[in-house]
């Protein structure tokens, strides 16, 4: 029997700067072909390495600006002075083709998704201590160390808010963390209010007839 699903799910992932959201997203992103991330505009520079349309759409502010007053984003808020946004119309696209969304953003945009996407799971990502915490930013070499110090406090405040999320996973081990992300999917596939249920009886007929 084919799986029933009404249509895609939408995954929030979150957690202080540096955990290491993005070595996760793009482990899962290689791992399954069946997700697909959602790209976040921004009106920060590009490091090194990134790519405007691929980690980004980097945005002037008064792009952004503008497209806040168009109703464009499905959240945005502002983080360490730069705003952030989750552009909505491609996100409805791929969920309506019952292909699920993953998103890497901060705690006052996925507070917003959880309002306004109700089914949206949000999941929160924690780093195994603090100290490893910021060893990990100070190494990442793209921050100032005032900037650093500005994650560092945020991060701190960020996450007495794990607690509004759904499931939290600790990044230790990239392929264990990945393997635990692959069964909070899974086990949410397998949810009956994910279901169409009058699809899956007609096809157990079918079944039947067969
Ligand atoms: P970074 O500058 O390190 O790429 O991202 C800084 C923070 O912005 C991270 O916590 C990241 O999750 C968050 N972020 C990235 N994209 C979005 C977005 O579209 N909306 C919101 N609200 N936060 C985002």
Same mark, same amino acid.
């Given at each position: 029997m084919i799986k029933q699903k009404k249509r895609g799910s939408l995954f929030v992932l979150s957690g202080p %700067?540096?955990?290491? +959201?993005?070595? =996760?997203?793009?482990?899962?992103? +290689?791992?399954?072909?069946?997700?697909?991330?959602s790209i976040s505009a921004t009106t920060r520079k590009p490091r090194i390495q990134e790519k405007d349309g691929v980690n980004y759409y980097f945005l002037s502010k008064e792009r952004f600006e503008q497209m806040i007053l168009e109703?464009?984003? =499905?959240?945005?808020?502002?983080?360490?002075?730069?705003?952030?946004?989750? !552009?909505?119309? !491609?996100?409805? +696209? #791929?969920?309506?083709?019952?292909i699920d969304v993953i998103m890497d953003i901060e705690i006052k945009g996925a507070k917003q998704v959880a309002q306004r996407w109700p089914d949206a799971v949000l999941i929160f990502l924690i780093p195994p201590s603090i100290d490893e915490l910021a060893r990990r930013i100070k190494n990442r070499r793209t921050e100032t160390s005032e900037e650093i110090d500005a994650r560092l406090a945020q991060s701190l405040v960020e &996450?007495?808010?794990?607690? &509004?999320?759904?499931?939290?996973?600790?990044?230790?081990?990239?392929?264990?963390?990945?393997?635990?992300?692959?069964?909070?999917?899974?086990?949410? %596939?397998? +949810?009956?209010?994910? #279901?169409?249920?009058? =699809?899956?009886?007609?096809?157990?007929?079918?079944?039947?007839?067969?």
């Open positions: %700067s540096g955990v290491g +959201k993005n070595t =996760l997203i793009d482990t899962v992103l +290689k791992r399954n072909t069946d997700i697909v991330y109703n464009a984003f =499905l959240e945005w808020a502002e983080f360490c002075d730069n705003y952030y946004g989750t !552009p909505i119309a !491609p996100i409805e +696209k #791929t969920l309506n083709k019952g &996450m007495n808010v794990g607690r &509004m999320y759904d499931y939290y996973l600790v990044h230790d081990n990239t392929e264990h963390t990945v393997l635990e992300l692959e069964a909070i999917r899974l086990a949410e %596939s397998l +949810k009956v209010k994910r #279901t169409d249920w009058d =699809l899956v009886i007609d096809s157990l007929k079918g079944d039947l007839n067969a």
